[in-house]
């Protein structure tokens, strides 16, 4: 007779073999951290947020282009794409038996496009895009590593208009997300290196004093003599909303090339301002991390529950010097901040149904759903997808 339990009429070698064939089906569904499978309804939500968002850079003439998941790891290098060399994932072409990269950014693919495959387009040139990312690591705010972007590049402009036009199109963008309730935090990146290069500051000196102001520690900036630290400090006052921050940049004596990017600010806040005067707009003159190949007026999307940003963008070269401007957004963070949609009425048509009320249908705007069951299981059916009605005998019933 076999061993039995202590306590129970089963064999210790059938709870071993369960227990073994439940660790197996928990191996099978462990994915490597910052990977996740997206499941209903999630993953339909997704798809419908990049579609409105196509939708919405399609009517503002923005050109939709698709490129590589996986390209040439030094194409993907080159330019804008160098600022995130450590991010990205290469392999081993076993076909051309050069190193290849996966997409961390989409950006400077299509700066890629922009300067190869349609150098010979007429300028400005508008492109959107939607796509996923994969990076080596996340974020504390973004712990996830496999992500989808959606966004646009204005390529072969230079006027303080087209950062206007990008701003303005990331705002439309959220609201017809049902999105009101967000911020656009505008910065300048590229201001205190100017300041530190026109006041002949050692390129040492110039990094520390730009961490502490990016790292908001006045105690730190206090420390950089009577030259530098008055203006390092008044920069970091600065920070706060449009207005306010304009009046505290405008009181400072800057060289002439930091005072001209001030100006710069102030033109492209004017402008935001009359075409959007509702848009809440701040300014951070000092921040720079996430802005490492920005080139002038950046800007940064804030919306209510979202986890950090939800976007960001400004302007850059592309590698043979002509002037772009664009922004990405994040769909993994984007959508924590888009509003619970509005229930529709789904009507649920069981197999076999006559739809001889097809014209009432439509004129009732019902999204159908054509059922399996035409039996008493039906109305359960219904309920298991969604539906509000069901089509019975050509009468419709709600269901309760």
Same mark, same amino acid.
């Given at each position: 007779?076999?061993?039995?339990?202590?306590?129970?009429?089963?064999?210790?070698?059938?709870?071993?073999?369960?227990?073994?064939?439940? !660790? !197996?089906?928990?191996?099978?569904?462990?994915?490597?951290?910052?990977?996740?499978?997206?499941?209903?309804?999630?993953?339909?939500?997704?798809?419908?947020?990049?579609?409105?968002?196509?939708?919405?850079?399609?009517? !503002?003439?923005?050109?939709?282009?698709?490129?590589?998941?996986?390209?040439?790891?030094?194409?993907?290098?080159?330019?804008?794409?160098?600022?995130?060399?450590?991010?990205?994932?290469?392999?081993? @072409?076993?076909?051309?038996?050069?190193?290849?990269?996966?997409?961390?950014?989409?950006?400077?693919?299509?700066?890629?496009?922009?300067?190869?495959?349609?150098?010979?387009?007429?300028?400005?040139?508008?492109?959107?895009?939607?796509?996923?990312?994969?990076?080596?690591?996340?974020?504390?705010?973004?712990?996830?590593?496999?992500?989808?972007?959606?966004?646009?590049?204005?390529?072969?402009?230079?006027?303080?208009?087209?950062?206007?036009?990008?701003? *303005?199109?990331?705002?439309?963008?959220?609201?017809?997300?049902?999105? @009101?309730?967000?911020?656009?935090?505008?910065?300048?990146?590229?201001?205190?290196?100017?300041?530190?290069?026109?006041?002949?500051? @050692?390129?040492?000196?110039?990094?520390?004093?730009? %961490?502490?102001?990016?790292?908001?520690?006045?105690?730190?900036?206090?420390?950089?003599?009577?030259?530098?630290?008055?203006?390092?400090?008044?920069?970091?006052?600065?920070?706060?909303?449009?207005?306010?921050? *304009?009046?505290? *940049?405008?009181?400072?004596?800057?060289? %002439?090339?930091?005072?001209?990017?001030?100006?710069?600010?102030?033109?492209?806040?004017?402008?935001?301002?009359?075409?959007?005067?509702?848009?809440?707009?701040?300014?951070?003159?000092?921040?720079?991390?996430?802005?490492?190949?920005?080139?002038?007026?950046?800007?940064?999307?804030?919306?209510?529950?979202?986890?950090?940003?939800?976007?960001?963008?400004?302007?850059?070269?592309?590698?043979?010097?002509?002037?772009?401007?664009?922004?990405? *957004?994040?769909?993994?963070?984007?959508?924590?901040?888009?509003?619970?949609?509005?229930?529709?009425?789904?009507?649920?048509?069981?197999?076999?149904?006559?739809?001889?009320?097809?014209?009432?249908?439509?004129?009732?705007?019902?999204?159908?759903?054509?059922?399996?069951?035409?039996?008493?299981?039906?109305?359960? @059916?219904?309920? $298991?997808?969604?539906?509000?009605?069901?089509?019975?005998? $050509?009468?419709?019933?709600?269901?309760?």
């Amino acid at each position: 007779m076999p061993p039995f339990c202590c306590s129970c009429w089963h064999s210790p070698s059938k709870y071993a073999l369960k227990a073994h064939v439940m !660790n !197996n089906y928990s191996e099978k569904g462990l994915l490597p951290a910052g990977l996740a499978d997206m499941l209903p309804p999630a993953a339909a939500a997704e798809a419908a947020v990049s579609e409105v968002l196509m939708k919405v850079f399609t009517s !503002n003439g923005y050109l939709r282009v698709k490129p590589p998941l996986i390209e040439f790891e030094d194409h993907l290098l080159e330019g804008a794409g160098e600022a995130l060399s450590s991010k990205m994932f290469r392999v081993m @072409d076993p076909v051309s038996h050069r190193m290849m990269g996966i997409r961390t950014d989409i950006t400077p693919q299509v700066a890629r496009i922009a300067t190869t495959r349609m150098k010979q387009d007429e300028r400005p040139l508008r492109l959107s895009y939607t796509g996923q990312v994969l990076r080596v690591y996340g974020t504390q705010l973004r712990p996830e590593r496999q992500f989808t972007q959606a966004g646009v590049e204005l390529i072969g402009s230079a006027e303080i208009s087209a950062d206007a036009e990008l701003i *303005l199109l990331a705002g439309e963008a959220l609201s017809r997300l049902g999105i @009101d309730d967000f911020s656009i935090d505008l910065t300048l990146p590229t201001l205190m290196p100017t300041i530190c290069d026109e006041l002949g500051i @050692d390129a040492e000196t110039t990094k520390k004093a730009r %961490e502490a102001l990016d790292h908001k520690d006045a105690a730190v900036l206090a420390q950089f003599g009577d030259q530098l630290a008055p203006i390092l400090n008044a920069l970091l006052e600065a920070a706060g909303p449009a207005d306010h921050a *304009l009046t505290m *940049l405008q009181k400072l004596v800057l060289p %002439e090339k930091a005072a001209a990017q001030v100006a710069e600010l102030a033109t492209l806040v004017g402008l935001l301002g009359n075409s959007a005067p509702d848009l809440v707009l701040t300014v951070d003159p000092g921040e720079f991390r996430g802005f490492e190949y920005q080139t002038g007026i950046s800007f940064t999307l804030f919306a209510r529950n979202a986890r950090g940003e939800v976007g960001r963008g400004g302007r850059y070269h592309l590698l043979d010097g002509e002037a772009a401007t664009g922004f990405t *957004l994040f769909l993994d963070s984007l959508m924590r901040a888009v509003p619970a949609g509005v229930d529709e009425n789904r009507l649920y048509l069981p197999f076999g149904t006559a739809q001889k009320i097809g014209a009432d249908l439509r004129a009732e705007d019902w999204i159908t759903v054509a059922g399996l069951s035409a039996d008493n299981k039906s109305e359960k @059916d219904a309920k $298991n997808l969604g539906c509000t009605h069901i089509l019975i005998e $050509n009468e419709i019933k709600n269901i309760t």
